[in-house]
């Protein structure tokens, strides 16, 4: 009986004494390694998961960033463009008046030779009629300028694309009409010049002087 008790109590000395097959009095078992490493493992994994979201939104503001800069430039290369727009607009304007004006300085001259022609007691009756329609064509020019000046080229950065393409096309429409009343007018007092009875008189005297020195 003696001989059994002294290997079991062998046995269980060694056990106990061996970590791996620790008792639960505070001592380190198998299942207490797996769990630190299963611990440290999921401490690793966590402090990774966490690096690759912090980098992903460094990423994301970077691009937020970048976005912003394209749209803030876009909106600066706009606002330029805007600006030319307007300028150039001003500067048609400009010229439409001072072609206007002009057209005005014609008619007054054209005006004061038929008037002088009229004098002679010769017929202006077609003349007339041109000159007058020069000036109510020049009248119209004068109305459609003024529909040029109160279309609205001025606008901001929120205003949209479509927007600005409508005001540019019906600006570019309405510049046209008024050269083509400024082509009409030209050709009304071309009209009233060769209409003038004197014209074509001076053509006549100067052949017929001609034709009686030769005589």
Known sequence: MKKVLIPALALTLLVGASPAFADTNGTTTIKDIRTEKREALKDAQDKLKQAIDAKKQEIQTERDNLKKDVQDQRGEMRDMRLGFRQEAATHVIAMLDAMAGRFQTLIDRTSSRVAKVNGTGATTTDATAALNQA???????????????????????TTSTTTVKAAADQFKASVKAVKDTFNAIHKDLEKALSSLPHVKAEGTATTTATSTSAH
Not at 147 to 153: F, G, Q, R, S, T
């Open 135 to 157: 000036k109510a064509d020049l009248a119209q020019a004068r109305a459609q300028i003024d529909a040029v000046k109160a279309i609205n080229l001025d606008f901001g950065t």
